[in-house]
């Protein structure tokens, strides 16, 4: 089969596993931002994790070697609030979570209040309070609606793994027979919310990701070429047991430089 792509315009990618590593650069990951920076090329760096503003993951990323403009990342805080903002546009909301979120959501004019709020969003947050959890439990027995930030169960630290938002999500779940909807990936609306932030397109736009079950998987559903590299979770004899398959799998980022002129 011939591929009819367009050429690769815009350019997504995830970040941890792809361009940073345990807070360590991926090798060849800042030759790659550079030259997506020197080309004009648009591009968004993608992060499930709600914890942190735009701006301080940039920093975050300046520490490890990688020039990433603020306005160059997009999370799934800014994602969730997109979201809200499209369907209820003024709204209120009960937020547990951290700057990263409730920043989010005060940008989009949002009151944040316990007090017979639209939504309860669940972000991430490495203290997560029961008090809190007890509260977002009986907001939405009360009406409140369900959203969450991203399914992702755990999260990393230097002791192991943390309980995150889709951990937590269950509980709420489990108390109250409520699903969320969850923004982040791999729901694919993530991908299109970053898109429409670059004025992007999908059919001239490739999806970088370590993860085969989402950032491949809704970079696929929305419509992305998708390139799998091999410096996160997965490893290549991995790739054949999903049933989907990435248009591209690299070793690293190093490998994707030169296309991007």
């Known amino acids: 089969m011939v591929d009819e792509r367009k050429p690769i315009e815009c350019w997504?990618?995830?970040?941890?596993?792809?361009?940073?590593?345990e807070g360590h650069p991926v090798p060849g990951a800042d030759e790659f931002i550079?030259?997506?920076?020197?080309?004009g090329k648009r591009f968004m760096v993608l992060t499930n994790n709600s914890i942190y503003t735009p701006r301080d993951l940039a920093v975050r990323l300046r520490a490890a070697g990688l020039e990433v403009p603020a306005e160059s990342i997009w999370?799934?805080?800014?994602?969730?609030?997109?979201f809200l903002d499209d369907q209820r546009p003024g709204g209120s909301a009960y937020a547990v979570g951290e700057a990263g979120l409730t920043t989010a959501l005060h940008e989009i004019g949002y009151v944040l209040t316990d007090i017979d709020p639209d939504y309860v969003v669940l972000g991430e947050t490495r203290t997560y309070s029961f008090t809190q959890i007890t509260r977002a439990i009986r907001l939405i027995e009360g009406g409140a609606r369900f959203i969450a930030t991203n399914p992702d169960p755990v999260g990393p630290s230097n002791e192991g793994s943390l309980p995150a938002c889709g951990a937590v999500a269950a509980l709420i779940t489990k108390a109250t027979g409520v699903e969320p909807?969850?923004?982040g990936k791999p729901n694919p609306m993530m991908m299109r919310s970053?898109?429409?932030?670059?004025?992007?397109?999908?059919?001239?736009?490739?999806?970088?990701g370590d993860r085969m079950d989402?950032?491949?998987?809704?970079?696929?559903e929305a419509g992305l070429h998708?390139?799998?590299?091999?410096?996160?979770v997965m490893a290549k004899e991995q790739v054949d047991r999903y049933p989907f398959r990435p248009s591209q799998v690299v070793d690293s980022v190093a490998d994707l430089i030169d296309m991007v002129d």
């Open 12 to 21: 997504l990618s995830d970040m941890d596993g792809v361009l940073v590593h």
């Open 34 to 39: 550079r030259r997506l920076r020197d080309s």
């Open 75 to 82: 999370t799934s805080a800014l994602a969730t609030a997109k």
């Open 181 to 183: 909807y969850f923004v």
């Open 194 to 208: 970053a898109l429409r932030a670059i004025d992007g397109h999908s059919e001239s736009t490739a999806m970088i």
């Open 214 to 220: 989402t950032d491949i998987v809704s970079g696929m």
């Open 226 to 232: 998708t390139i799998l590299v091999l410096t996160g």
